[in-house]
């Protein structure tokens, strides 16, 4: 079965910082995997999606996140961070031919002036 | 742009009484799954909907039932609401076969006092 482990559950950055957001999956099979953002008191929001292709997935907002798949990861970046980042966000992954997907726990990122 | 609106953003129930979340979508999308969202714990998933009047268990469905009348809407009931069951719901939508991405509703916040 499908999982997804996100590594730390708080990230601290200072404001223009880079950031790294770790995501790790465990998978025999096919995968897609996203990045979803979710700021104060709302619903999700897709940031970027890996189906195939380019290991290297651009998206909104100036974030950026590579699928590795000998390492099992799809850590998530950003060269420089701002206070509006500050958000949960949350890695998720499917199998193809489940239309399910399974969440990481979600990180959240808070940016300091 | 889809739009998934959910019925209240905010929710104040007494234990024992019996409670609908609706969830509406405008994309003319197949799936639709209703989460709940605990701090730590992430999105789980407890219930799915793949077509009318179709839907699976996910993860965590023991205190909840679903219903799928129309394609556009898919409620979740609490029969008997417990303390417990306060948290955040979260709807979401997507296509069969698509590219898995799933859209998601604001959210609604359930206090169950």
């Known amino acids: 079965a499908q999982s997804v482990t996100q590594l730390d559950s708080q990230v601290p950055v200072f404001e223009e910082a880079p950031v790294e957001l770790r995501c790790n999956y465990s998978?025999?099979?096919?995968?897609?995997l996203f990045w979803y953002v979710q700021y104060p008191n709302q619903g999700l929001q897709l940031l970027l999606k890996?189906?195939?292709?380019?290991?290297l997935v651009k998206g909104i907002n100036g974030f950026e996140a590579e699928f590795n798949k000998s390492q099992t990861s799809f850590h998530l970046r950003k060269p420089s961070v701002h206070i509006s980042d500050t958000a949960e966000y949350f890695c998720?992954?499917?199998?193809?031919?489940?239309?399910?997907?399974?969440f990481g726990t979600g990180t959240r990122l808070t940016i300091i002036p | 742009d889809v739009k998934v609106t959910q019925s209240s953003r905010y929710l104040v129930k007494r234990t024992g009484e019996k409670v609908f979340l609706e969830c509406v979508q405008d994309?003319?999308?197949?799936?639709m799954f209703w989460y709940r969202q605990d701090p730590g714990l992430g999105l789980r998933l407890i219930y799915f909907s793949y077509d009318v009047k179709m839907k699976e268990k996910g993860d965590i469905p023991e205190g909840y039932s679903v219903s799928r009348e129309k394609k556009e809407r898919f409620s979740l009931i609490l029969e008997s609401a417990s303390t417990n069951q306060t948290s955040m719901y979260l709807c979401?939508?997507?296509?069969?076969?698509?590219?898995?991405?799933?859209?998601f509703g604001p959210g609604t916040r359930l206090t169950v006092t």
């Open positions: 998978s025999s099979v096919s995968v897609y």
């Open positions: 998720a992954g499917a199998n193809f031919g489940n239309e399910k997907l399974t």
């Open positions: 890996y189906l195939s292709g380019s290991t």
């Open positions: 994309m003319d999308h197949e799936n």
């Open positions: 979401a939508s997507s296509f069969v076969k698509g590219t898995y991405e799933q859209y």
